[in-house]
């Protein structure tokens, strides 16, 4: 694959996946260093989409800790069941929040974020980690996001 990514730019956010997954798996297959994976994986949400803040927390020694990311400086260390992304460690779901501000127990790592979408990865049966993406948009995601962006997790080669 090239290394530039593709998106046409009249294309709806369904179309901007749909194109956007080819190009993932043809840049995922062959690589087995899970970092680069979710490094270029962020990379192509945040150049596809334009999100505020897009990166992966890992689970390690029972917390989530911050990993590959492309966005403001983010919180480094989250506990297991706390802010969304604890929350959908917790849950093992993916987790929409439209705003923020209603999220009880919501960590605000930057106050420009308005909503938010969590996704757990799994490997073995287990959460070894969450994709967080924020908008710093109200009401930004919706199920086409999570259908995509779960989608998008089942291609990691972890």
């Given at each position: 694959?090239?290394?530039?990514?593709?998106?046409?730019?009249?294309?709806?956010?369904?179309?901007?996946?749909?194109?956007?997954?080819?190009?993932?798996?043809?840049?995922?297959?062959?690589?087995?260093?899970?970092?680069?994976?979710?490094?270029?994986?962020v990379?192509?949400?945040?150049?596809?989409?334009?999100?505020?803040?897009?990166?992966?927390?890992?689970?390690?020694?029972?917390?989530?800790?911050?990993?590959?990311?492309?966005?403001?400086?983010?919180?480094?260390?989250i506990?297991?069941?706390?802010?969304?992304?604890?929350?959908?460690?917790?849950?093992?779901?993916?987790?929409?929040?439209?705003?923020?501000?209603?999220?009880e127990?919501?960590?605000?790592?930057?106050?420009l974020?308005?909503?938010?979408?969590?996704?757990?990865?799994?490997?073995?049966?287990?959460?070894?980690?969450?994709?967080?993406?924020?908008?710093?948009?109200?009401?930004?995601?919706?199920?086409?996001?999570?259908?995509?962006?779960?989608?998008?997790?089942?291609?990691?080669?972890?």
């Open positions: 694959m090239s290394k530039s990514l593709i998106i046409s730019s009249d294309a709806d956010k369904v179309q901007r996946y749909e194109e956007l997954l080819p190009q993932l798996k043809a840049l995922l297959d062959g690589e087995s260093d899970v970092i680069a994976n979710l490094a270029n994986t990379a192509m949400l945040k150049e596809a989409f334009g999100f505020f803040w897009v990166g992966f927390y890992l689970v390690k020694a029972e917390q989530l800790v911050l990993g590959p990311f492309q966005g403001s400086l983010a919180c480094t260390r506990g297991y069941g706390k802010g969304v992304c604890g929350t959908a460690w917790k849950r093992g779901c993916t987790i929409v929040v439209p705003d923020v501000d209603q999220f127990g919501h960590i605000a790592c930057n106050s974020s308005r909503s938010e979408i969590v996704v757990p990865v799994f490997k073995d049966g287990n959460v070894m980690g969450v994709l967080d993406i924020d908008s710093d948009q109200l009401d930004t995601f919706d199920e086409s996001d999570v259908r995509y962006l779960e989608k998008m997790i089942k291609l990691l080669p972890l």
